[in-house]
């Protein structure tokens, strides 16, 4: 057998290897939990990058729960259902510029009670982001990998 033929009958079974474990370490990482504690970004919830949502939920007007199923421009999941990924009003889009509304915002995860901890804000007039409470502009959002 010649030095070409040897190095060529070695290679063979570690490409067939390398193949057959490539599939299974790109399967392992595409699709993480959706409630596996992500990197915490700044404000606004889209400085997510791109596989990762923003994790908030909230009240507005007299203590009413956001609506699921209304138009937004993304999806979050709400801190009383995580692991669901659920339609939801989006600040941006869905908040009268007019009114005053208070929003809870969470902006940490407690894995010991595996729920978010937040803090509230304030939109005001013409404005589509926090200003008063406990989430001014600068404020951290958590975010969750999702599949």
């Known amino acids: 057998m010649t030095s070409t033929a040897l190095r060529s009958a070695l290679l063979l079974p570690v490409a067939a290897l390398a193949v057959v474990l490539a599939p299974a370490a790109q399967a392992q990482s595409a699709s993480p939990p959706e409630t596996t504690p992500g990197r915490v970004v700044p404000w606004p919830p889209n400085a997510c990058e791109s596989g990762y949502t923003c994790v908030w939920s909230g009240t507005y007007g007299s203590g009413k729960k956001w609506k ?11 801190a009383d259902r995580l692991g669901k990924d659920v339609p939801a009003r989006s600040v941006y889009n869905n908040f009268p510029k007019s009114t005053k509304k208070v929003v809870t915002f969470f902006a940490g995860y407690d894995a010991k009670a595996k729920k978010c901890r937040g803090s509230s804000f304030t939109l005001g007039p013409g404005h589509g982001s926090g200003e008063a409470g406990g989430a001014p502009m600068g404020s951290k959002v958590l975010c969750f990998r999702v599949p």
């Open 68 to 78: 699921t199923g209304a138009a937004g421009d993304h999806h979050v999941a709400l």
